[in-house]
């Protein structure tokens, strides 16, 4: 097992401590190396935030995530930034790269904090480039890019250390149909080929209907969806 | 929706902003409106000064070193609508304590009741009986006295005839009195009473007119009339009167009659007739006989020797030149008759009394008897110690009297003829032999036959000219309030000295503006795409930045008092060295307020429309996509080139500098370092520009911290600016604080090499470098004296903060200064081998003169070449033409000329009261003691030569510690821009930095990432002031008299990376620390 969340809540709290919004309650799931899921629900219904337990960015109020062996949510900030760097590769809605960069000084960014040999990076990223089919663009910079490019780069760079778990936030939500069908495309082809475990959340059913499981989020609880409408729905 | 609620609803939204945007512009305003408050407070403290030193009193007449009839002020007020006093006035010293407190230049003023009239004084204070003395607060501070008290006072006794006539004695100068003090006056009780143009209080001590009189063994006499009337502009009214009124009592001169030989004879209490009255006299009554007498040490005729005796003379067509007539008590005495030889010995006296014995051989032409037509004792003058002496061995002469030389015969004559002269020479021989600046002739004889008394007083007072006796009508409340109004101009002078401050506030104001654009850059690009004209968009922000400009000039304004406030605090407590006064008032003037006010909005509103002009001109899209990326090809050649032109301009004028031999001028370098600096500034954003445009291969922390500096460049190199200024401000002021001691001895300092500089208020009258009178007073052979003959004038250093015209005249022989001090500014007629020499140049009209550069140029407002008018003392106007200007040295405040021209212009002057010592440095304790006992009655205010070149320097320093301060405070300045700018940026990339933290970056990471690009810009920054401003001080790195200390260097330096270090770490952690990465992801 890859994943397994545990019993896992999590709230809201104003300034003064007090609970004013439940979003995740008792909260369980289990993930296979290389399976890929989706995870729909409404606006508000608490899938970043799932999302972000589950990439350690965030940590639960109750509960336990264990990544293989290991229970994360007991490490300190130090481990998760390492974990995450390691393990963890995260695209999210709007691809946040660095305006001053070109797209091969973005992709390159996570590798900084590794220390590991930088030729074998470059390597990576030729290699994800050309696969993404951005490498030609490797010299320019997001402003002078479409969206859809700048999201395949956020990709690259979510792929560049290799990661165990890919989390994709609403990756096609600031896309056009066209993008968005190019870029789900991708993170299954990336999965299928990789074997990189993904979860995707998402409004895009399309999106979701390519996944191996859809998992509907409703009062701070996972629910696995039992039928996939073909046609775009959203939830 | 109006325009206005649209600009409101904005400038209420971005509220935080537009804060901090005022906050800018208050700061701007507050430095020129501060700058307006300052000079015109100043300004008007320094009118209030002339108040405070004047009082009533308009204008003065005073005649040089002569003495007059009291009667003359009265005689000047009849028919007049002014009020005068007659006032004696000298200088003194007092001793308190029994002799341990002691207080030199006291300033001692004989007043009469009037003079209470005149003043401002609160109190009836100035009717003073015998004994009583009322003394400034300084004095009382000075000598700690109470009213009540008692002070001894030496005061330099008045002498109606010149101190170094020749033949005059020298003896008693002065004259002690035990006073009571009545009363200790303040400014409001005119305790600060002072004829000199200065802001300084002198040390007052008011004495009774008529006792101060007794005291001199004067009767009725005074050296000054004041003058009050309403008209400040009566000059020529009063001077025409002094015209009418002066009679010949009032030049020093008696008309008497003298009946045994029938003639009318003019005799001069100052023994020498004034050589321009006796040649008008003598051109307008031909028949006019003068005479001149003279005191010879010896006749002789083969063994015959007649000791001391008067010589006088008789018209050219009784004898010639080589011929005598002796009497025949002389004939007798030395065995000679007519034909024969007599040799003839007497002294001549030098300007310092050097003596010199002069001999000179007549042909005797005929005995007389002892009495007769030419022969009678009225000729001799009033020599008192000699004329009035009861014998021979009493003469106090002002030579030297052998008194063994001295036979009975001799007292036998004395008894029986007085000083009847024994011989006489041809007039014109006499006056070859005799004559001297004082005058010409001993005494002018008319025949009663010629003419009766009224004529031949009608005939004198004709010829006699008040202004070619040295009479003046001095000006007193115009020239001050002249001098007061064009003195220093603070309102400049701290424009000047917080420049730096004003262009940080500007540009940190302009940054925020800059913040405020690119915040909004979409809304102005919706607003264009909506269909906004670009005009109507710029009125828009134009009229929102207007607003909040003018909330930041009203905050400003206050701030500009609240400024104003500390200045003056600093300026009569910590800065008080360059003003030298605690008058210093605050006074607001609503139209400086305006002024200042103006200003700040026109700096404003072109700093607001520039950059509206530089935002708006990119296109809709741009705006929209917020890419506003890219430059121009030719703005980066134009960089490039003025980049490769400044630094190249500056290295070559360094370089010419160097080699060219010239002394270094620091104009050159200061205009060296800014260049190099604009070439820094201009490199830093080339560098940025290349590292922005040229792709990373090989990626690390290194890397990614600089391709982030450069994310906006403005911003980094605005940065940059204010911190290269902030620096280049501190390190270049702090390079040019004046350490004067480790060079003190060396000759070319500011001192001179001199050991010390002494002002006497009792004049030398002596050349103390003849080993007699060193002998004389004790003092030790090893000590060399340069003694400097002084006219009065004001003071024209840096410690006095009025414009002067008038700075007081040194004469000194250019010899003793050969290789002394150093000249910065030549004119062709300073001849560069030995400068010094050149004061003795004939330069047709005008008189050579030296000066310190610094005075030339901001005490006098004037520069090389320029010439000073003055008024000889024959009162001929004459100018003395400035062909030097000395590096900063003890000469502060005065001009100096030659010994010789001095004499010719001002011949009557009396010994020397400035001087300067060269000695052992090693022996400096004792030769102090020595020289302070030695001259000790002479009122002797001694201070080492570096202490007074420190006290200037002090003036400097205390400039350059404003400038420090102001400096310090640009750099805060700087340091909130890098602050804000920080804050800013790591705000703006709050998405970049939480994507940064979801690939696994850890905080400190991003810490150490944020903190390199800072520390890069503030190493760049305070790199790049540093450079440039070590380049602009260079002179004073290099100079001999300013002893620039590193270590003060290094810790300013360091003080500064360390401050901007502070503040990056602890606004990155702040902004860090209040990073939320869940919103940052969430939040676009």
New interface residues.
């Given amino acids: 097992m890859l994943l397994t969340l545990k019993n896992i809540g999590k709230s809201y709290r104003s300034r003064y401590g007090q609970v004013f919004r439940k979003v995740l309650d008792a909260l369980d799931l289990q993930l296979d190396e290389g399976e890929k899921i989706a995870i729909v629900g409404p606006s508000g219904s608490g899938k970043?935030t799932l999302l972000?337990l589950i990439?350690a960015?965030?940590t639960p109020d109750t509960g336990e995530i264990i990544f293989g062996s290991e229970v994360i949510s007991e490490w300190n900030?130090?481990k998760l930034?390492?974990?995450?760097?390691?393990k963890?590769g995260?695209i999210?809605q709007?691809h946040?790269l660095?305006?001053?960069?070109?797209l091969?000084?973005n992709v390159?960014?996570?590798?900084?904090?590794l220390k590991s040999d930088?030729e074998a990076a470059y390597q990576r990223a030729e290699e994800l480039l050309r696969t993404t089919g951005i490498w030609e663009r490797r010299?320019q910079?997001p402003?002078?890019l479409s969206g859809g490019e700048c999201q395949r780069a956020a990709v690259v760079?979510?792929l560049i250390?290799e990661p165990d778990l890919l989390l994709a936030d609403e990756p096609t939500g600031a896309l056009d149909e066209e993008n968005a069908a190019g870029l789900s495309k991708l993170l299954t082809d990336i999965n299928e080929q990789k074997k990189i475990t993904l979860i995707v959340v998402t409004h895009s059913m399309e999106l979701a209907e390519k996944m191996d499981k859809i998992y509907l989020l409703k009062n701070g609880a996972l629910a696995l969806a039992d039928h996939r409408p073909a046609s775009k729905k959203r939830v | 929706m109006s325009l206005i609620k649209l600009v409101i609803a904005s400038i209420r939204y971005y509220f935080k902003s537009n804060m901090l945007i005022a906050l800018g512009m208050a700061v701007s305003t507050a430095i020129i409106t501060g700058a307006f408050i300052v000079g015109d407070s100043v300004s008007y403290s320094l009118d209030r000064t002339v108040y405070y030193r004047l009082g009533n009193i308009t204008h003065s007449i005073t005649a040089g070193d002569r003495y007059f009839s009291s009667v003359f002020a009265r005689r000047m007020e009849q028919g007049m609508e002014y009020m005068t006093s007659a006032g004696l006035i000298a200088e003194g010293m007092g001793l308190a304590d029994g002799g341990q407190l002691r207080l030199e230049n006291l300033q001692i003023l004989g007043v009469d009741e009037k003079f209470q009239e005149m003043s401002i004084a609160q109190r009836e204070i100035f009717q003073l009986q015998p004994g009583e003395v009322v003394i400034s607060e300084n004095v009382a501070a000075r000598l700690n006295l109470d009213e009540g008290d008692m002070l001894l006072l030496r005061i330099k006794k008045a002498s109606l005839i010149p101190l170094n006539t020749p033949l005059v004695s020298d003896a008693d100068q002065t004259v002690a009195r035990q006073v009571t003090i009545k009363a200790i006056v303040g400014r409001e009780d005119f305790g600060r009473f002072n004829l000199q143009a200065t802001q300084t209080a002198p040390f007052n001590v008011f004495i009774g007119f008529d006792w101060l009189n007794d005291i001199m063994d004067l009767e009725q006499k005074s050296n000054i009339i004041f003058i009050s009337t309403a008209n400040n502009d009566a000059k020529n009214e009063i001077a025409e009167k002094l015209r009418r009124e002066l009679q010949i009592e009032d030049a020093n001169l008696q008309l008497q009659y003298l009946p045994e030989k029938a003639v009318w004879e003019l005799i001069s209490e100052r023994v020498f007739i004034n050589s321009s009255l006796s040649e008008k006299l003598l051109d307008t009554l031909p028949s006019a006989v003068p005479f001149l007498t003279y005191f010879v040490n010896s006749m002789r005729h083969g063994d015959g020797d007649t000791p001391y005796s008067f010589v006088s003379s008789m018209p050219d067509s009784l004898l010639s030149g080589s011929e005598i007539i002796v009497n025949q008590w002389l004939a007798d005495d030395i065995q000679a008759r007519p034909g024969d030889t007599l040799s003839m010995e007497y002294f001549e006296i030098g300007p310092l009394r050097e003596l010199e014995v002069c001999q000179t051989e007549f042909i005797v032409k005929e005995i007389i008897p002892v009495l007769g037509s030419y022969g009678d004792e009225s000729l001799v003058p009033d020599l008192p110690g000699l004329s009035d002496a009861g014998s021979c061995r009493e003469w106090e002469a002002g030579i030297p009297i052998e008194l063994e030389r001295i036979r009975d015969k001799d007292e036998e004559y004395w008894n029986r003829y007085r000083g009847t002269p024994k011989a006489f020479i041809s007039i014109s021989r006499a006056r070859e032999l005799w004559s001297n600046r004082f005058g010409d002739y001993t005494a002018i004889r008319v025949s009663s036959g010629a003419a009766d008394e009224q004529e031949i007083m009608n005939l004198i007072k004709n010829s006699t000219d008040p202004f070619s006796l040295g009479f003046r009508v001095n000006e007193l409340k115009k020239g001050g309030i002249q001098a007061a109004q064009n003195g220093y101009n603070f309102t400049q002078l701290f424009l000047g000295l917080s420049f730096f401050i004003l262009v940080s506030g500007v540009i940190l104001a302009a940054l925020l503006v800059i913040f405020n654009l690119e915040h909004r850059i979409e809304q102005i690009g919706s607003m264009a795409a909506v269909g906004f004209s670009g005009k109507m968009i710029r009125k828009i922000y134009l009229t929102e930045g207007m607003l909040v400009a003018l909330l930041g000039s009203l905050v400003g304004i206050l701030l500009a008092v609240l400024y104003g406030k500390l200045v003056f605090i600093g300026l009569n407590r910590v800065w008080q060295d360059i003003v030298r006064t605690d008058l210093l008032e605050m006074v607001i003037r609503p139209l400086s307020l305006a002024e200042g006010f103006i200003i700040s909005m026109v700096v404003s509103w072109l700093v607001i429309m520039l950059l509206l002009r530089r935002q708006l001109k990119f296109s809709i899209t741009q705006l929209q996509k917020k890419t506003i990326v890219g430059h121009r090809d030719w703005v980066v050649r134009l960089k490039q080139g003025m980049m490769v032109a400044l630094v190249l301009v500056a290295a070559g004028l360094l370089l010419w500098q160097f080699f060219s031999g010239k002394e270094l001028n620091s104009t050159v370098f200061l205009g060296s370092g800014a260049m190099l600096l604009i070439g820094f500034l201009l490199m830093a954003d080339l560098r940025m520009l290349q590292t922005e445009e040229k792709p990373i291969d090989r990626m690390n922390m290194r890397s990614l911290s600089y391709k982030n500096l450069v994310r906006n460049r403005t911003r980094s190199l605005t940065v940059i600016i204010l911190l290269s200024l902030g620096t280049f401000t501190v390190i270049s002021t702090g390079s040019n604080r004046a350490n004067l001691a480790a060079d003190a001895q060396v000759k070319s300092s500011g001192t001179g090499g001199f050991l010390f500089l002494a002002e006497s208020t009792v004049p030398i009258l002596k050349n103390l470098n003849d080993p007699d009178i060193k002998n004389e007073f004790g003092i030790p052979d090893s000590l060399e004296f340069i003694q400097f003959r002084t006219y009065d004038g004001d003071d024209a250093s840096c410690l006095n903060l009025n414009r002067v015209t008038n700075p007081r005249v040194l004469g000194v022989d250019p010899d003793a200064l050969k290789d002394r001090f150093s000249f910065v500014t030549v004119t062709e007629f300073l001849d560069e081998s030995d400068p010094w020499a050149s004061l003795e140049k004939d330069l047709d009209d005008v008189i050579p003169v030296v000066a310190d550069q610094t005075i030339i140029q901001w005490g006098l407002g004037m520069k090389m070449g320029d010439t000073l008018h003055y008024v000889s003392e024959r009162g001929d106007s004459v100018r003395l033409k400035l062909i030097g200007g000395l590096a900063n040295s003890i000469f502060q405040g005065n001009v100096i000329i030659s010994a010789d021209n001095f004499l010719q212009l001002f011949p009557s002057s009396v010994g020397t009261s400035f001087l300067l010592m060269d000695g052992a440095y090693e022996n400096r304790d004792q030769l102090a003691e020595e020289l302070n006992f030695a001259f000790r009655d002479f009122g002797w205010d001694m201070v080492p030569a570096v202490e007074r070149l420190a006290e200037y320097a002090s003036v400097q320093n205390t400039y350059l510690q404003i400038f420090l301060v102001m400096g310090a405070f640009g750099l805060l300045l700087g340091t909130v821009g890098l602050a804000i700018v920080l804050a800013r940026s790591i705000y703006e990339r709050r998405n970049e930095l939480a994507v940064m933290l979801s690939a696994g970056y850890r905080f400190k990471q991003l810490f150490g990432i944020i903190l390199r690009e800072y520390n890069a810009l503030l190493l760049a920054g305070i790199a790049s002031g540093l450079l440039a401003s070590v380049i602009a001080t260079l002179p004073a790195f290099l100079s001999g008299y300013q002893n620039v200390s590193f270590s003060l260097l290094t810790f300013l330096t360091g003080i500064i990376i360390l401050n901007g270090f502070f503040w990056i770490m602890l606004v990155s952690a702040i902004q860090l620390r209040n990073l939320n990465l869940l919103d940052a992801l969430r939040n676009d």
């Fill in positions: 970043t972000n990439g960015l965030d900030q130090n930034a390492d974990f995450r760097n390691r963890i995260f999210f709007f946040h660095l305006p001053q960069l070109t091969w000084e390159l960014i996570p590798t900084l904090p930088p010299f910079k402003g002078e760079r979510a250390n």
